[in-house]
Every structure is written in C-alpha cells, then in structure tokens.
C-alpha cells in the first residue's frame, strides 16, 4: 500500500514514521519535504515520493494552484507502488481536496481518523466538511478509540470502520533517565485540555503534600486557558515547541503524567507515559478511560479539581505508586509493539479488500 502524509510536525508525523518502519518492505510513501522526520523516513528503503508542500501561511495559499499536479503525482505513485491503495496516515488541509480524486480514480483510500468532532475551545474551520469529504471517499476508516468510532458510526452508520488501539510512537527509542518530576503535564495547550482544572486542583495537593512538584511543558497560551497557574507554588511551566528528541527524556523523568482534559478523543502522550513506566492520572473524557486500567496501569477520575486532586495525592502510597508503575510498564510494553498494530492494520484492509 502507499503511506501518505504530507504533514510537518507533531503526532502525525510520529504517527507516520512509526508506521512506515513496521509496515516496511510491503509499504511507499507520499510524504512532505518539509515534514520534520523527513531524515528519518528517508534512512528506509521503501519507494518514497517527497512533495513540496509549505512551511508558511503564502507557501499554503500558493500551493492550492499546484493541487491538480500534485494529486495526479500522487495517483500514478499509488497505483505504481502502492497497488491501489492509499493510506492517509492524518488529515492534512489538502486532503479533503485530493481524496475525492483518488475515489474517483479506482484508489482504495483509507484514513486514519484521529478525531471525529472538534475540539472544544479549538478553531477548527469547515472541520466537517474535511470530514465528511475524506470519509465520503473512504473505503473504509481507520479509528483508534473506541470514542472516536462511536462518533463516527452515529453520522456515517455505514461507513467500515477498522478499530485499532493507537500505540507509542517512539521514533528515537524509549529514554532511561532519572526521576526528576513528580508531575508532568506535556502537550499543547489548549482549553479542551483542563489546564484550569489541574490549576484549581494543586492548592489541593500542596496543602497535604507541601514538597510536591508540577512540571508543565508545552505551547501556547497558558494565562489565557488557566490564568495564574504559573504562578502557583511548586509549580514549573516551561512554554515551548519540544524537540523530537527531547520527548523521550522528558517524559522518563516524570513519576507520573496527569491528563485533566474535559474532552479527548484518545492521548497520544499517553502511550508514551506507559512506554516508560510512567503511570498516568486520566479524566474519564472521549478515549482517555480506554487507554489506561484503572488501577493498574494509572487512576481515571471524573474531570473536576477534587477528584483530580484526591488521585494525586493517593500516589503518595509508595504500595499504590509501585503497583501503578509496573502495570505501566507491563502495559506500555504492549504499546510498543507496533508490529501487531501493522498486522492489525494490514488485516483489516486486507479483509476489506477480498470482499
């Protein structure tokens, strides 16, 4: 099949790079010369088609003039090297425009779709006329959380749908480092994310547990989501774009990653924590509660500043905290095994396919 990602940054070229390498030999590539994993992808053997895309807002309005030549690059690329079939790995904002092409021209297309609705507090402009284009040109989707399918199901009830767990994508390995954090919050910042909730819920804590620590990292506009967190006592907030490189270490020094979200469709932070035997305190929103055992490999609490609390200050069990961390491990060691999520994915396309 042909991989296709013309993304930068971010999960979805993670998502891409990881998948490129366990589907590799049966697999080529449609990917961005500016995607920052390029080196990466190029280090693989496959058959690997590399387009001009844009790194800024001209280079986007331009490239809309070169989609007719584009999409029929990518067609004869499909059909020389990928068989037929087409696998977007993530929606780029080309895709919605290209996928109709590839139905139209006998391509089997089949997204991987990460989130079914919006984000709330997110600007996402005609998000569901790029969902309802690519999924109206789908053979069949590609969902990693049961959350994200059932949305799915309930606007397109006949759509296949090919259910996967989504996996950690780890393109530089799994770092060992020492614990430096008690608590993490890694992502972008964004309101559906609860930064306010873990801000109202650390007074909490520190009133019991007075040498706690927060690490936040992340981009975006903190005083804006949760004003005042930053300035809260045994708190670190740390607003930056981190490095591919640095995630895996990042993450390691962590005892444990908190996820307040009120809404998520599934984490890809979250397989990473568990990649490293870090367990995690989740609200239970969207997919969140699928990726964790509650009281194995993390806690999954409602989405409000008390219970949040209360499940932070619970890992203060040294008994709880060591059971958390080896299911973590146990759990995240399943997580890494991208070739069963291959095979899984092969599989269902394949099943698709014969019919």
Not at 18 to 42: F, H, K, M, T, Y
Not at 271 to 295: F, K, M, R, W, Y
């Amino acid at each position: 099949m042909l991989l296709w990602y013309w993304g930068r940054r971010g999960g979805g070229a993670h998502y891409a790079l990881s998948l490129l390498r366990a589907l590799s030999p049966d697999v080529a590539i449609s990917v961005s010369r500016q995607n920052e994993l390029i080196d990466g992808i190029r280090t693989d053997a496959t058959p690997r088609q590399e387009v001009d895309t844009y790194s800024n807002v001209v280079g986007f309005a331009a490239g809309f003039a070169r989609l007719p030549v584009l999409g029929r690059q990518l067609i004869s690329f499909a059909r020389l090297y990928g068989d037929g079939v087409v696998l977007s790995a993530m929606s780029h904002p080309w895709t919605p425009l290209l996928a109709p092409r590839l139905a139209r021209s006998g391509i089997a297309f089949f997204p991987v779709i990460h989130d079914a609705t919006p984000h709330p507090g997110d600007t996402a402009p005609l998000f569901q006329w790029r969902l309802s284009r690519e999924l109206a040109a789908a053979c069949a989707a590609v969902t990693l959380s049961e959350a994200v399918a059932a949305a799915i199901e309930r606007k397109w009830p006949r759509l296949p749908l090919i259910r996967l767990a989504l996996p950690a994508h780890l393109p530089y390995g799994v770092a060992e480092v020492s614990k430096s954090t008690e608590f993490l919050f890694f992502g972008r910042f964004r309101a559906y994310k609860g930064l306010d909730l873990l801000r109202d819920a650390w007074p909490l804590v520190r009133a019991v547990w007075p040498e706690a620590r927060l690490r936040i990292v992340g981009s975006g506009d903190p005083d804006r989501i949760a004003p005042g967190l930053a300035a809260l006592p045994g708190v670190t907030l740390e607003n930056r774009w981190v490095a591919d490189t640095e995630m895996a270490p990042l993450i390691a020094a962590a005892r444990t990653m908190v996820l307040p979200y009120r809404e998520a469709s599934q984490s890809g932070v979250l397989p990473l924590a568990l990649a490293h035997g870090v367990p995690a305190i989740v609200t239970s929103v969207g997919g969140l509660a699928e990726q964790v055992n509650d009281g194995e490999s993390g806690l999954v609490v409602p989405p409000d500043a008390k219970h949040i609390a209360d499940a932070m200050l619970r890992l203060r069990d040294v008994v709880l905290y060591s059971k958390l961390a080896q299911g973590a491990a146990a759990q995240g060691e399943s997580l890494s095994d991208w070739s069963e999520h291959a095979r899984m994915l092969r599989e269902g396309i394949g099943e698709f396919l014969s019919k």
